[in-house]
């Protein structure tokens, strides 16, 4: 083999591309330049825009340049058939080196467009641990593909014009081509346009049919409250004109709507008139006292309260107090966060065997006074979801109410140094003592954690001894003194 002068090498124009014919030897540690020259059918294959890549390897080590979506890396084409390879930084190990050529050729006739032809370029490039005897190098590789020329073959089939004719032919269809695609393209942007607009125009009938079946709501929900207020007046009406007999009283019956009469104690008529609301009513701020008279009911068994929005009522102090007779209040929907006052507010109701506080938020709460005094057929009583960090006085909240078994209470109280929950049934079924567990565990403040001072709870003895030493010690590590 010859050898080759490097300097000579280095001379060359570098927008040319040196190249070599038999044993090339280049020395792994350097970047190097070689060409890979494309033919098919003997000739040059002129790349156009299509995608190639090819695979240097040595053993198992392996360097790749290429073309993908028009932008070239580690390569550049020239002279329409030459791919001049900068093996940058390439990592192969001393050994022969392999040049694997793959092109992805446009090609209608298969799935995705393109035809991948594939080429093990011919050339001797042997990376050494030596000297590098040249500087670049060229080699070949013939890609599967024949390559022929339309206009000859045209004239085999006995095509008579020019050369000149027949390719203009296929400029003019080119053109038509072109302008097919466009038209294609318009097409597809009108159907997209159209399509967005049925989309708007749809998207638009739905809201406006929202918009329809909300006005239909109104309306319905206007003539009821018209045709409501209407009936009430009426009602009340009839209860003013009703006929006056000293000894008895006329009412209005809130559970089922009826004008009613009985003994005229109480001052029934006037309460009734004031409070008997059978729809909708918003309380503001001081909602004090059951009559202007501030006397109980002794005659109501049943009153519908669950359309009182007491979102804004702040008073409500002795607001059921002696309605001795009544068994049912629903209350389980009132909202009572701004209730200051509840003093007295259901005292003496010794009736009432439930009343559902499981949703009531007394976070606002100062005076519980003597809130469920002598309320001694009261059940269950749930103040889980409320707290009463606000409450300053607690003094016979609970006083006498002998049939209470069951008390959620959450001890959050903050401001008292001392409770009074004289309860005796409290823990004697399964759900009241869970409830009684719950109260001075879960359900107790970590007073030392807050840096409060410990607050006394003052136990029935036979509550005190329901719950254990253990339960009792722990509630006092919260500061909470279990008494009895």
């Known amino acids: 083999m010859s050898e080759i002068d490097y300097t000579e090498t280095c001379r060359r124009d570098p927008g040319k591309t040196p190249g070599a014919t038999g044993l090339v030897r280049i020395n792994y540690k350097e970047d190097f330049e070689l060409v890979v020259e494309l033919l098919a059918d003997g000739k040059p294959y002129p790349l156009g825009d299509e995608d190639f890549r090819i695979d240097f390897t040595v053993m198992a080590s392996r360097y790749s340049v290429g073309r993908e979506g028009g932008a070239c890396e580690r390569c550049a084409v020239v002279g329409g058939n ?14 022969k080196l392999r040049a694997e050529v793959r092109v992805n050729a446009p090609d209608a006739n298969y799935a995705d467009g393109k035809r991948l032809s594939v080429a093990v370029a011919e050339g001797d490039v042997e990376l050494v641990n030596g000297n590098t005897r040249l500087d670049g190098a060229t080699v070949r590789a013939s890609l599967p593909i024949f390559l022929v020329d339309a206009y000859q073959l045209a004239k085999e089939q006995g095509y008579k014009g020019t050369m000149d004719e027949y390719y203009a032919t296929f400029t003019d269809i080119s053109a038509l081509l072109a302008k097919a695609r ?3 393209k318009a097409e ?21 049919d929202k918009a329809r079946a909300a006005w239909r709501d109104m309306e319905r929900m206007r003539h009821l409250r018209e045709g409501e207020h209407a009936r009430e007046l009426e009602l009340v ?23 009613k009469s009985g003994p005229a104690e109480g001052n029934l008529t006037r309460n009734a008139i004031a409070y008997y609301y059978l729809g909708r009513r918003v309380i503001k701020g001081d909602f004090s006292g059951p009559t202007k008279e501030g006397g109980g009911n002794a005659f109501v068994r049943h009153l519908d309260v669950r359309n009182w929005d007491m979102t804004l009522c702040t008073d409500a102090n002795r607001k059921f107090q002696d309605y001795t007779s009544l068994v049912s209040l629903d209350t389980s929907e009132w909202n009572l966060s701004a209730l200051v006052n509840g003093e007295y507010m259901f005292a ?11 949703r009531w938020n007394l976070s606002s709460l100062n005076n519980a006074t003597a809130m469920f005094a002598n309320c001694n057929s009261l059940q269950t009583l749930d103040f889980r979801k409320s707290t009463f960090r606000n409450v300053t006085s607690f003094d016979n909240t609970l006083l006498n109410c002998h049939s209470l078994a069951e008390l959620w209470l959450p001890l959050t109280f903050d401001k008292l140094a001392s409770i009074n929950i004289a309860v005796p049934s409290w823990g004697v079924t399964p759900e009241g003592l869970a409830s009684l567990r ?14 409060l001072r410990p607050c006394a709870v003052r136990l029935d003895a036979n509550v005190y001894d329901r719950l254990t030493d253990e339960e009792r010690t722990a509630a006092a590590k919260k500061g909470w003194t279990i008494t009895k």
Not at 192 to 202: F, L, S, V
């Open 237 to 259: 009406e009839k209860i003013r004109n009703a006929p006056k007999d000293p000894t008895r009283d006329v009412w209005l019956d809130a559970t089922d709507g009826e004008i």
């Open 82 to 95: 030459k791919v001049r390879c900068f093996m940058d930084g390439h990592g192969l190990p001393p050994g």
């Open 348 to 358: 003496e109701c010794n009736s009432l065997q439930a009343l559902d506080a499981s």
């Open 438 to 451: 719950w109260t001075f565990g879960d359900g107790a403040d970590d007073r030392a954690a807050k840096g």
């Open 188 to 208: 597809r942007e009108r159907q997209e346009a159209e399509r967005a607009r049925r989309e708007a125009e749809t998207a638009r009938e739905a809201e406006a």
């Open 182 to 184: 466009d038209m294609a």
